[in-house]
């Protein structure tokens, strides 16, 4: 089992910026996906950033140039440093972890977190 915490939501202003933190705990790996995923109220959840070993991160279009996903390895940390913030960023943003999570889908991650709000005001 793996345990995952979310920090770091709130209220900004559109164009701010907001660092999200998620720790892990249980039985982690260095080798498991992790995840950034959202779910704005009336939308299905989506997957926002993605961190693969090896390095490899994968992003959302529509928060490219604007997100950046880093992990700590050694502190079972992933942060998404959010930047540009934008109204339709205002979403329930979920921590997600999986030993492979396939195409980075939702229903490819079996660990998730309690999720954290951030609003992001026009």
């Known amino acids: 089992q793996v345990q995952l915490v979310e920090s770091g939501g709130g209220l900004v202003q559109a164009g701010g910026s907001l660092r999200l933190s998620c720790a892990a705990s249980?039985?982690?790996?260095?080798?498991?996906?992790m995840g950034w995923l959202r779910q704005a109220p009336g939308k299905e959840r989506e997957s926002v950033a993605l961190?693969?070993?090896?390095?490899?991160?994968y992003y959302l279009d529509s928060v490219k140039g604007r997100f950046t996903i880093s992990r700590d390895n050694a502190k079972n940390t992933v942060s998404l440093q959010m930047n540009s913030l934008k109204p339709e960023d205002t979403a329930v943003y979920y921590c997600?972890?999986?030993?492979?999570?396939?195409?980075?889908?939702?229903?490819?991650?079996?660990?998730w977190g309690q999720g954290t709000q951030v609003t992001v005001s026009s």
């Open positions: 997600a972890a999986d030993s492979d999570a396939g195409w980075g889908r939702p229903d490819d991650f079996a660990y």
């Open positions: 249980g039985r982690t790996s260095s080798r498991y996906v």
């Open positions: 961190s693969r070993s090896g390095g490899r991160s």
